[in-house]
């Protein structure tokens, strides 16, 4: 995870003059990337180092949609610049995984039924094609899989591809109010992934806390056994500190400065695995 501190009201003030279509200029509207790397003071850019590749594709090719106004646009992508930052070095596969799947469920299918109203049903093959594609739509509100999608709208395991699902869907749309409805449907589905990947993160972080308790409790059940010869630090991610520590005491502390390191340097979600073992002789 990259640590980066953001002035939260700078980057308001940038949103507030509304979001370019494209990167745009740093005296006037920028596009959501930039507004993010000027307020966290990283210079103009559209590839902000706090932000991961994942969420930044995503993001980018949100805000080049065809909104209805840069202010419309700003509105909808506030939420969305904010979860961003700090993804960087963080495992995105959960987020673009949720992302993947619910726009499948909750945005492919106004594409499909917007194509379908297209056309009138003036003859029987049309009226049948109408009926496919709505019978569709249907199915990837249900399945919620890449199966379930048409390969033409379909999104892929990737953030690329599910904005582009969103693009399709909103330039199928009748007119620039509904337009922007499916676009901010699109940037309402990448935020219940972020939420679903911050829940994943902490199941995480229980479960490495849960077994740092269990070694605890094992080691205490010991410590008074004449064949330890010492106390080292383990963990499955951070691997061993490789000292020989003389008590648990000793041993714990070296863990917990492990963790307060960990914190330091990758935020406040971050901890160290490690836990005391006793080796014996």
Request: proline share 3%; aromatic share 4%.
């Amino acid at each position: 995870m990259t640590t980066t501190t953001c002035d939260t009201a700078r980057l308001r003030e940038l949103f507030d003059r509304g979001l370019a279509r494209g990167i745009g200029s740093a005296d006037g509207q920028v596009c959501v990337e930039g507004a993010i790397s000027l307020a966290c003071g990283l210079g103009f850019s559209d590839a902000p180092p706090c932000v991961a590749k994942p969420d930044r594709a995503y993001a980018i090719r949100i805000n080049d949609a065809q909104w209805s106004s840069p202010e419309a646009r700003a509105n909808a992508l506030w939420p969305l610049a904010l979860a961003q930052i700090g993804t960087a070095g963080t495992n995105r596969r959960v987020w673009v995984a949720k992302l993947v799947e619910l726009t499948i469920r909750r945005v492919v299918p106004v594409a499909l039924r917007a194509e379908a109203d297209r056309h009138p049903v003036e003859t029987h093959a049309a009226a049948l094609r109408a009926a496919a594609l709505r019978a569709e739509a249907d199915r990837c509100e249900l399945e919620g899989t890449r199966d379930a999608a048409d390969a033409n709208t379909a999104a892929t395991a990737t953030a690329n591809a599910a904005a582009y699902a969103a693009y399709a869907a909103a330039d199928a749309a009748a007119d620039n109010g509904k337009r922007d409805e499916v676009l901010r449907l699109s940037v309402q589905c990448a935020l219940d992934a972020y939420d679903e990947g911050r829940c994943a993160m902490t199941a995480a972080r229980d479960r490495g806390v849960g077994a740092r308790l269990d070694a605890l409790r094992a080691l205490l059940a010991t410590e008074d056994d004449e064949d330890i010869a010492y106390y080292t630090c383990r963990g499955s991610v951070r691997g061993a500190c490789g000292v020989r520590h003389r008590t648990r005491e000793t041993a714990q502390a070296c863990c917990d400065r492990d963790g307060r390191g960990c914190r330091a340097g990758h935020g406040r979600a971050a901890y160290s695995d490690r836990y005391p073992v006793a080796v014996r002789r």
